[in-house]
């Protein structure tokens, strides 16, 4: 069950964002090429304070602007080359259900209370003012224009009431003070429980696991679970009409949904009970570090709370901060690169490589323009375009595209073949820690292991005087080349998918291929034109500015 981190849709997902889908998508690829049964879901998350904000200031209806950005963000990670099995939203009839269903479950097992709390009211709109639809200055920072639930200057979670000189922000009016009843999710009642899951849970990344024991030992706070706005799930406790619940509490539940919903779209509606009952499954998530508490207390703490027994997270691979050229991604100051301008500006295969070789898995990450140049231009281009294209060309013009009689005679090839038989390994290694950046570093390595033979063996001389022992240095090459497009398959799926396509007609390959030599003397070789171009960091900034000013960004909610 592998779950990529829902994008929340008041407006087109960033970089960073774009990261944890590719991120899923790549490890649920890798799954199926090993042949195992693996969903990859994900969604829009489309209700809350922030998307109603937008929609009043955008004269729509939270609907109407949800509907337009949840298709437009299905194309766009469609372009990207992300497979999911499901990628829905929250407004879905079946997460709908299912979030209802689950929270009444909650209820009766006795982790919701009910409780009146004083909050903002508006009195010129006749409404609370919970989250966004309040501002004021911040009482850390004192800066302007924070908002009800959370200081974007200083990074402070804030309560509506915290802040200083408060205004709706709709009207600009002062809010009055008024009570309302509340209902809340008592998660210190899980506290020990939840601290046994994360202790016995050998997989976490550090950040993740250090991040959730210290949140525990800190003391677990209960969750506030409904609020006063129209845009969301009819919270479904005794006496809440009117009320939704908490955007935060009922997307996270998607990954369920989302799998129920593809079993039923599957005539299967039993299905998802295999990855999320069966405890030989395994449930892994792909999620930022601000997301880490979602995941490793909040969401488990809410199917544990349902008496059912659901897996729990096993992974959560929650990466470091991406940055763009040294600052956090604002849409509001215009920092950093959108989705939507993304595959404007390059095709889908450079970006796969550049972010997921840029995933920050252990440090920070900085995107920028030089350093998409030069990860594109000397790995990509360079060293896996060099070779593939050397091995494929030569083998054209020499050998009328056909593979040379080879075998492993000289001591260097066997060196060479050690090397090959050892890379899957390798690479694999990566996989089962997570690091995804690390194994296609090793991918790329393979690649220059193959230029470093040829150049070693020089078949474009020894052609001249001995056309087997040029033979033989290009039937070695084709096996690397063959090995190098197995394993990349997860990573560039549509460059990977050429390169074996001109070296067989069989198909699917299989990730035990890797390492092989399976591509047998005599196998005719297509021609193939070069997969990659270089880019210049000079000319995507030209584009970009040029894309901007014939289609002005939309302002952040
Ligand atoms: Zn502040
Ligand atoms: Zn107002």
């Not at 297509?526 to 040029?546: G, I, N, W, Y």
């Amino acid at each position: 069950m592998v779950c990529a981190g829902w994008p929340y849709v008041n407006s087109t997902p960033h970089l960073g964002t774009l990261t944890q889908l590719l991120s899923a998508d790549v490890y649920a690829r890798y799954l199926r090429l090993k042949g195992e049964e693996a969903v990859l879901v994900s969604g829009s998350d489309e209700h809350g304070a922030p998307i109603e904000v937008e929609a009043l200031r955008l004269g729509v209806s939270p609907r109407q602007l949800t509907n337009r950005n949840h298709q437009l963000i299905k194309h766009l990670l469609k372009a990207f080359d992300i497979q999911f099995d499901n990628y829905t939203r929250t407004e879905s009839r079946v997460h709908k259900e299912f979030v209802q269903k689950t929270y009444r479950k909650i209820e009766q097992n006795g982790y919701i209370y009910s409780q009146s709390v004083i909050l903002p009211y508006c009195e010129n709109h006749q409404r609370f003012l919970p989250d966004r639809f309040v501002e004021g200055e911040c009482p850390h920072c004192h800066s302007q224009g924070a908002r009800g639930d959370q200081c974007d200057n200083c990074g402070k979670i804030l309560e509506p009431t915290d802040l200083i000189k408060p205004y709706c922000v709709l009207c600009h009016q002062t809010p009055i003070l008024k009570e309302s009843k509340h209902w809340f999710f008592d998660l210190p009642k899980l506290s020990e429980r939840l601290r046994k899951y994360v202790e016995k849970n050998p997989n976490f990344p550090e950040n993740a696991r250090n991040f959730s024991l210290s949140w525990i030992k800190e003391g677990l706070k209960p969750r506030s679970l409904t609020r006063d706005i129209s845009w969301g799930i009819p919270a479904p406790f005794e006496g809440a009409k009117g009320k939704t619940l908490y955007v935060w509490m009922e997307a996270v539940l998607g990954y369920v949904s989302a799998t129920k919903e593809w079993a039923e779209n599957n005539h299967k509606p039993n299905l998802w009970k295999k990855f999320w009952l069966d405890p030989e499954s395994r449930n892994i998530h792909f999620v930022g570090k601000d997301n880490i508490p979602f995941h490793t207390i909040i969401f488990p703490g809410l199917l544990e709370a349902s008496g059912d027994k659901y897996n729990l997270p096993w992974q959560v691979s929650s990466t470091e901060w991406i940055q763009f050229e040294g600052q956090k991604f604002s849409k509001s100051r215009r920092i950093g690169v959108w989705i939507d301008e993304a595959i404007e500006l390059a095709g889908a295969e450079y970006w796969r490589y550049a972010l997921i070789s840029l995933r920050p898995e252990l440090k920070d990450a900085n995107f920028t323009w030089e350093e998409f140049e030069r990860k594109i231009n000397t790995e990509l281009n360079d060293v896996l375009g060099n070779f593939v294209h050397r091995t494929i060309s030569f083998l054209q013009t020499h050998f009328r595209g056909r593979v040379p009689d080879y075998s492993a005679r000289e001591l260097s090839d066997r060196d060479t073949l050690a090397v090959l038989e050892q890379a899957p390994k390798k690479i694999e290694e990566k996989f089962k820690r997570f690091r995804l950046k690390e194994a296609l570093e090793q991918i790329i390595e393979l690649a220059r292991e193959g230029n470093r033979y040829l150049n070693d063996r020089e078949p474009w001389k020894t052609y001249k005087t001995d056309k087997a022992l040029a033979g033989q240095s290009l039937g070695i090459s084709v096996q690397i080349l063959a090995t190098v497009g197995v394993t990349l398959q997860p990573f560039l799926p549509k460059s990977a998918s050429s390169i074996l396509k001109a070296l067989s007609e069989k198909k699917p390959f299989r990730w035990n291929q890797a390492g092989k030599c399976f591509v047998k003397p005599g196998t005719q070789i297509r021609s193939l034109k070069p997969l990659f171009h270089k880019v210049s960091a000079q000319d995507l900034r030209a584009k970009l500015e040029q894309l901007r000013s014939s289609k002005p960004l939309e302002a952040e909610a």
